[in-house]
């Protein structure tokens, strides 16, 4: 993909956001990588959804370095570029401040699997990541919330792909995917599966985890390396 086809992808992935209800004014943003030339384009910060134009997004390069564009990039963008460079896999990355999954972050609660909706999205609760220490804040907070991220993979043996979503303690939810347009689509996936996390609580407040045979029965179905859900193509995030 060139970068103008980049451009066009990762602008479509933000004005998503605002047809999805993900996000409003300008809380959040969508990028995208081009790992050949070594860039990704972000959503320049604080410019709202309604004045954004392919043109206006920001290109910065792997040292965290501006390469094209004259706006300052997303506050965001030294968690983005921190997660690009730890998991290859991944192309394109959303940060939002969607309700329900943000009501679950500052809870500091992760998401629940309650049922198969849930399970094929991946094979148990969405993590919560831990809160930032005062001295990762004071020392680089939106890096320090990528290896935050990072270092909770790690710590949990958990892969990016199984589990393309998370929420950050007392901050709200980063999703990703193999594109932008992936990306989003999991953050909308991530976004509804709060919500019915939170109305099946309300409707059950004693409800459990769903059996673990359920969960890996359809989580496998689809991801798995016999999975028969859909046509014959690759199930990727």
């Not at 998503?16 to 809380?27: F, T, Y």
């Not at 570029?81 to 500091?108: D, M, R």
């Not at 990016?160 to 953050?187: C, D, M, Q």
Request: overall charge negative; proline content about 6%.
């Amino acid at each position: 993909m060139n970068l103008k086809d980049l451009r066009d992808e990762v602008f479509e992935a933000n004005l998503r956001l605002v047809d999805e209800h993900l996000v409003i004014l300008a809380w959040g943003n969508a990028s995208g990588i081009d790992r050949d030339q070594g860039v990704f384009l972000i959503k320049p910060s604080g410019v709202s959804y309604a004045e954004l134009e392919p043109g206006r997004l920001v290109a910065v390069d792997l040292d965290g370095k501006v390469a094209e564009g004259t706006l300052n990039p997303s506050s965001d963008t030294a968690t983005h570029l921190e997660l690009y460079k730890a998991w290859p896999e991944i192309g394109g990355i959303v940060h939002t401040h969607s309700t329900y999954a943000a009501s679950f972050a500052q809870a500091c609660r992760p998401i629940p699997c309650y049922g198969t909706t849930h399970c094929d999205f991946c094979p148990g609760d969405i993590p919560c990541v831990r809160a930032l220490t005062k001295e990762e804040v004071e020392e680089a907070y939106e890096k320090n919330t990528g290896t935050a991220i990072i270092e909770d993979y790690k710590n949990n043996n958990r892969s990016p792909v199984e589990y393309p979503g998370v929420i950050l303690s007392r901050h709200g939810p980063f999703t990703w995917g193999k594109n932008a347009h992936k990306a989003v689509e999991n953050a909308v996936i991530l976004e509804r599966l709060a919500q019915m996390a939170l109305l099946t609580r309300r409707i059950n407040p004693e409800i459990g985890p769903i059996p673990e045979h359920i969960l890996n029965k359809h989580h496998m179905r689809k991801h798995g390396p016999n999975a028969y859900y859909g046509q014959k193509c690759a199930n990727s995030i």
